[in-house]
């Protein structure tokens, strides 16, 4: 971006006069289940200042943060990508502040000086050496124009194997599926290696050493990375081509199922927690199960689901994107400004929650998956298909998506679909109590050692 050379001076001469923030800064986010930590790595630039993130708790370190500003003593910083903001006031040598990220406001006061790491106890993540051979891969999205990078294991360097592609959840993640410390795709595919399956996860882009930026990106543009994937594995031949299967998580089972319909000699597909029904009647369930998880009275749940339905509604019906930005806009306005004003959110940063919540849901990403039926899709794949949920899962209800599954089974006439339960199992299949998202971190299981089981064998069985 150009920029005048007024405005360039006046940058840095209020930097000089400003007091001076570069350096780490920590803070803890208090959420229901526990904290989570937060640090934000401030830097000095030419033209202002420049920062990164990193949230420990998560495994995520230098997360660009593109928007920092720091004027008469107020920090304001935005990760867009993410959907993050921050706001806070430096007295006395402590940022106080607001942290907003998608339906969650959040007090959030960083001090200055060096992180402490938080170690955390993940039992079931494998150590070396491995007993399999394992390489680091890269692979070309022609596409998009863009070079993946993933890792390749095998149960020896030499032979003819199965193999199956690992697709991750929405967000851009390492080729491990990183979350609050967890690995579940280093646990899953170790699991499957073992066990005379080979695996391909990939970062995703933008993530680790995968190009691309996934800002603008959909489930369908993101289903060409999983493509590439498909088409290198083809080149290789340590691999059996008539036994390529794909797992996807979440998202990713929805990407999965666009794979599976375009390509005919996909062996089989295993969905962890795939959609089954349309996307706004998904995400309708999981804002009310995700409210629920966390004590949201029903009453609040009630309004907050018929002003989402609203703003869905537009979304799926209004295909001018500044009439659809401007329709959920006013709707927003209207029912959330209030409604923010009674939880305590300050009136001046209450537009400013509003417009990122407007930015979420109008993304090009979450319009594609508020659209996405995976009915018409499902009809149209013939191999086997193996779809399990946790009962628990609060992002994807299990029994609807499940049912939906079996729908779309009984339409297509495909005899091969199994779908299954585990009760007590949340969305990342681990034993819980609540199925609370901010249960996540606090768990020491990646994955339920029944879950894996269930997916070898099954796998082994195709």
């Known amino acids: 971006m150009k920029r005048s050379l007024v405005l360039l001076l006046l940058m840095l001469t209020s930097t000089l006069f400003a007091q001076d923030i570069t ?25 202002g200042y420049t920062a990164t993130m990193d949230s420990p708790d998560q495994g995520a370190k230098n997360i660009p943060v593109p928007n920092i500003d720091f004027t008469e003593n107020i920090l304001t910083f935005g990760v867009p990508a993410a959907g993050i903001s921050y706001k806070g006031k430096l007295e006395n040598g402590t940022i106080k502040g607001t942290f907003t990220q998608g339906d969650y406001t959040l007090a959030l006061d960083l001090s200055k000086g060096e992180a402490v790491e938080t170690k955390l106890n993940r039992p079931q993540e494998p150590k070396t050496p491995f007993p399999y051979y394992t390489e680091d891969v890269t692979f070309k999205n022609e596409k998009a124009g863009i070079t993946l990078a993933g890792t390749l294991t095998l149960p020896k360097k030499d032979g003819n194997y199965p193999v199956v592609i ?82 996807g998580h979440s998202e990713g089972g929805l990407i999965a199922q666009l794979i599976a319909e375009k390509n005919s000699d996909i ?16 995400m309708i369930l999981q804002n009310y199960l995700v409210g629920k998880a966390n004590d949201i009275p029903e009453d609040e749940l009630t309004s907050m689901g018929s002003t989402v339905r609203k703003a869905y509604d537009i979304i799926l019906t209004e295909n001018d994107e500044k009439a659809r930005k401007l329709a959920v806009s006013e709707i927003f306005e209207k029912e959330f400004g209030p409604f923010f004003a009674s939880k305590g959110v300050p009136k001046d940063e209450i ?19 508020l659209r996405y039926d995976p009915a ?87």
């Open 376 to 462: 018409p899709v499902l009809q149209n794949i013939k191999c086997p298909i193996l779809a399990l949920n946790g009962e628990k899962d609060t992002q994807v209800a299990a029994k609807a998506n499940l049912d939906g599954i079996k729908r779309a089974a009984e339409k297509s006439g495909n005899k091969k679909v199994v779908t299954k339960s585990f009760p007590g199992l949340n969305h990342l299949f681990q034993e819980c109590s609540t199925g609370s998202i901010q249960e996540y971190g606090t768990i020491e299981e990646t994955i339920s050692p029944v879950v894996l089981t269930e997916i070898t064998n099954w796998i082994t069985k195709q």
């Open 23 to 47: 350096g780490k800064w920590q803070g803890n986010l208090v959420v229901p289940g526990g904290k989570l930590k937060l640090i934000v790595n401030i830097a000095q630039g030419v033209a």
């Open 267 to 282: 062996a089989f597909i295993v969905m962890m927690a795939g959609p089954g029904i349309k996307g706004n009647e998904l």
């Open 351 to 369: 537009g400013r929650v509003v417009l990122g919540q407007v930015e979420q849901v109008t993304s090009p990403w979450f319009v594609y998956f």
């Open 166 to 247: 690992l697709i991750s959840g929405s967000g851009s993640q390492d080729r491990n599926e990183e979350i609050l410390g967890h690995k579940p795709f280093l646990v899953l595919a170790d699991h499957l290696t073992r066990n005379g399956i080979g695996v391909l996860r990939y970062d995703d882009r933008g993530v680790g050493g995968s190009g691309g930026n996934p800002a603008t990106g959909t489930s369908a543009d993101f289903a060409t990375d999983t493509q590439a994937a498909l088409d290198y594995l083809k080149t290789r031949k340590e691999i059996n081509k008539k036994k390529i299967g794909l797992i």
